[in-house]
């Protein structure tokens, strides 16, 4: 039964695949070498707005669909939300990455986004670039997740004159899970190990690990608390609380 269930999944996942966008992206934007093994992974109802930047995977154990775009879904009523697809800078795969359909990644010329390995975007969210985006490992963020480093305008000060700069560098560190309704603004650096809750606006440095994050603007409301990440220990707290009566894959 499990078996099954496992082999339903792959089934189901591989006609979400667009195989002419899969080969376009892997051999357009990697090394040859690299391209060969396919190790990106394109749904059907990606849009790739535009290529023109530079991708690159940092990974010693090269994989097939290591990175997914729209391929992977937690809902079914997904399937009809586009993800957006537009890289004018550089944006760096330092190992296995998931992104679900209804996302938006963009990055401008003078853009980096860099992912850690084992990350994942939600539907409907959105990282966009025009200086530097960071992510540490096990980054998990939630769906409707809007974070970018630039404001995109400039706002003066009429007594002074003074135009401050519209981008600056975010950083996100390693373990950290990002809850749904987030916007991270220019200038957010988030230490590991951090919990960011529901709703809230985070726009100044968290150098602070192991806190619960909320509120607008947001500040810390717990210390001393993470998520629990793995996943057979998830699973038994399921089972403990009677979530779960089997295993979910």
Not at 73 to 99: H, M, P, R, W
Not at 108 to 129: D, M, N, P, W, Y
Not at 167 to 172: A, G, L, V, Y
Request: aromatic letters at 14%; hydrophobic letters at 40%.
């Amino acid at each position: 039964m499990k078996s099954l269930k496992i082999w339903k999944g792959r089934f189901v996942r591989f006609f979400r695949i667009s195989i002419h966008k899969t080969l376009y992206v892997n051999f357009r934007c990697l090394p040859i070498r690299q391209a060969c093994k396919i190790p990106i992974l394109i749904g059907r109802g990606t849009q790739l707005r535009s290529l023109n930047g530079k991708m690159v995977i940092k990974y010693s154990t090269l994989r097939f669909g290591m990175v997914q775009f729209g391929v992977n879904q937690i809902f079914n009523s997904c399937n009809s939300y586009k993800t957006i697809l537009e890289n004018d800078g550089v944006i760096i795969f330092n190992g296995i990455a998931t992104f679900q359909s209804g996302i938006v990644l963009k990055t401008f010329k003078t853009g980096k986004i860099e992912f850690g390995t084992k990350f994942s975007l939600g539907r409907f969210s959105q990282i966009i670039s025009k200086s530097n985006v960071l992510f540490g490992n096990y980054c998990r963020c939630s769906w409707n997740v809007y974070i970018s480093d630039t404001d995109f305008h400039y706002i003066k000060n009429i007594e002074t004159g003074e135009v401050k700069n519209n981008t600056k560098k975010i950083s996100i560190g390693n373990n950290c899970w990002i809850a749904n309704n987030v916007s991270i603004s220019k200038g957010s650096i988030i230490a590991n190990n951090n919990i960011i809750a529901s709703n809230p606006y985070i726009n100044k440095v968290f150098c602070e690990s192991n806190t619960l994050l909320a509120g607008a603007p947001a500040s810390i409301k717990r210390r001393n608390y993470i998520q629990v990440f793995d996943a057979l220990e998830e699973f038994e707290w399921n089972k403990f609380y009677n979530w779960e009566k089997e295993r979910p894959w």
